[in-house]
């Protein structure tokens, strides 16, 4: 069976936030598209990505003010796959760095990103077309 690539069943064109921005302001985008996972740009370039869960915590913290954090103070660097990967060599990868979501490149940046739940999508995908 041919493997397919990671472009198959990543989220394409994902939501994203400049470097600049506040991490209120990256929490209300995540909460608003119901998403988790949120890659950070300068310019067109990738620097960082923050989770829901990570500003969630950071919400928690006395003393802390979300409007006056900048998300580029939260962020980490993101594992990144070109979108032309075998699907399966990026969920080992994923698996191997412990990670639940990968930021996909092309060849003008930011292709999309591959979660967790973006590889359950294409675990059942691929199972309903081996059964049938």
């Known amino acids: 069976?041919?493997?397919?690539?990671?472009?198959?069943?990543?989220?394409?064109?994902?939501?994203?936030?400049?470097?600049?921005?506040?991490?209120?302001?990256?929490?209300?985008v995540m909460r608003s598209h119901l998403?988790?996972?949120?890659?950070?740009?300068?310019?067109t370039e990738l620097v960082g990505i923050v989770s829901a869960d990570a500003l969630a915590?950071?919400?928690?913290?006395?003393?802390?003010?979300?409007?006056?954090?900048?998300?580029?103070k939260v962020m980490h660097r993101p594992l990144t796959v070109w979108g032309s990967v075998p699907l399966d060599e990026v969920a080992d990868y994923m698996s191997d760095q412990k990670v639940d979501c990968v930021v996909v490149l092309?060849?003008?940046?930011?292709?999309?990103?591959?979660?967790?739940?973006?590889?359950?999508?294409?675990l059942s995908n691929l199972?309903?077309?081996?059964?049938n």
């Open 1 to 28: 069976m041919l493997i397919p690539e990671v472009a198959r069943f990543m989220t394409r064109e994902p939501y994203t936030v400049p470097s600049t921005c506040s991490a209120a302001r990256a929490r209300d």
């Open 106 to 122: 092309g060849g003008h940046g930011v292709q999309g990103i591959f979660t967790a739940t973006d590889a359950l999508r294409a």
């Open 35 to 43: 998403i988790r996972h949120l890659p950070i740009l300068d310019g």
């Open 127 to 131: 199972l309903s077309r081996a059964a």
């Open 57 to 72: 915590a950071l919400d928690k913290v006395p003393g802390i003010n979300l409007d006056h954090v900048e998300i580029a």
